[in-house]
């Protein structure tokens, strides 16, 4: 018998099983299929954390690993929008498999970008024909792990946090401080191989399955041509373009959020919501407050996609320049990506939180776990801080200038 979500808090948690689909048709309809699946089991799954293996495997099983791989290296030759498309479906309905799946082309955009032709096209082949699931171990903003060199070879020892994906995952892309030089360094190596140490320690209130604990290096052997430097991060506008892709994943995945909050809101409120007291309307329906809600909720993110569907546009553009790319072409993709996600995490939060105002009390019964899409959005958008994005939209706006390009802009 299938426990209820407070027996699941109270106790040990039984395996979820659940037949993985069949999966046929375009990419957009196999995404479909695979939220369908997802669906079943996702509030149960916000309960239990840890790492979903069969949920990650059926994401393996669907071919959806190798949809940004160009056709002619064996993927499916998806474009940003297609890919930024495919993320929000899976994240309407689980927003933490949406996350880790999303970093499998936020991993493969690193390596078209830092590494040589050579490196990237043989990575690329190699996923394609495999169907690997690239983790991440890069995260800049953490420099414990330091690299020095021995004979023909370099050797990481440190940690790293917030590894998102790590966890079941067949490669990882690792960074470390060069202490000889200083030099940030990055590098793809395989996630089984000996020295490297995956914690396991992911436990917050929103985004639960993501596996973005830490992970730990002790004596790992990293040789000179997995290393990813060259033409190496930020040394054109082109290579800089890895953190606007970056930032409209998080800005798809926050809108996927809070539009799959927003669509339990209105089958909640249609099947059990109830016309408050003073109401003169006959039904929930028809009640002119419900209604209000709920035209501002939809406005919003309405404006939320239509800002998300330009910025990935632009981005598909901005890709194809390649290294033409100029920082002014690279500037407007900036702002454009900037005000989508400035737009969807005011709107998102908002709308996952007062859902409830419509939904009504029961709706925060516990076993329907409404409140997962307000947990995971408001764990998701601390990532980085919103004003930065928020400053740089205003030096534009009073000074002309494009956001200065780095890790996170």
Request: net charge neutral.
């Amino acid at each position: 018998m299938r426990k209820n979500s407070s027996e699941l808090l109270a106790g040990p948690i039984e395996p979820i099983e659940v037949l993985s689909p069949t999966f046929s048709g375009n990419p957009q309809q196999i995404a479909d299929q695979l939220s369908a699946y997802l669906a079943l089991t996702a509030a149960e799954r916000d309960v239990q954390g840890g790492t979903p293996y069969a949920q990650r495997q059926a994401i393996r099983d669907s071919g959806l690993l190798k949809l940004w791989i160009p056709k002619e290296l064996g993927g499916l030759g998806g474009s940003w929008v297609e890919i930024y498309k495919v993320i929000r479906t899976i994240a309407k309905v689980d927003s933490s498999i949406a996350q880790v799946f999303a970093f499998q082309f936020l991993m493969l955009t690193s390596i078209r970008l830092y590494g040589l032709k050579d490196q990237w096209q043989s990575h690329f082949k190699e996923t394609a024909s495999k169907n690997l699931w690239w983790g991440n171990a890069l995260n800049p903003l953490d420099n414990r792990t330091i690299a020095t060199r021995a004979n023909e070879h370099l050797v990481f020892n440190g940690q790293k946090s917030f590894c998102s994906g790590s966890m079941d995952s067949d490669v990882l892309i690792v960074s470390a401080i060069e202490q000889d030089t200083n030099r940030f360094i990055v590098a793809a190596v395989p996630t089984k191989r000996a020295g490297i140490q995956l914690n396991g320690d992911w436990d917050n209130m929103g985004q639960r399955q993501t596996d973005s604990g830490s992970a730990e290096f002790n004596n790992l052997r990293v040789e000179y041509h997995e290393l990813l430097m060259n033409p190496g991060p930020l040394s054109s506008p082109f290579s800089s373009l890895r953190s606007l892709v970056a930032q409209l994943i998080f800005t798809n995945i926050y809108l996927g959020i809070a539009e799959g909050g927003l669509e339990e809101g209105v089958k909640y409120t249609h099947k059990n919501s109830r016309v408050w007291s003073a109401s003169l309307a006959k039904n929930i329906q028809e009640d002119p407050y419900t209604l209000l809600h709920y035209g501002e909720f939809w406005s919003s993110l309405h404006a939320g996609s239509v800002l998300a569907d330009h910025a990935a546009d632009l981005l598909d553009k901005a890709w194809q320049q390649d290294l033409n790319l100029t920082e002014e072409e690279r500037g407007k993709v900036a702002l454009a990506v900037f005000s989508a996600k400035v737009n969807i995490t005011k709107a998102g939060l908002d709308v996952t939180s007062r859902v409830f105002e419509v939904a009504g009390a029961r709706a925060t019964t516990a076993k329907l776990r409404m409140d997962r899409y307000w947990r995971n959005l408001r764990v998701y958008t601390l990532h980085d801080p919103v004003d930065y994005k928020l400053k740089d939209l205003g030096d534009w706006a009073l000074n002309g200038a494009y956001p200065t390009p780095s890790f996170y802009s």
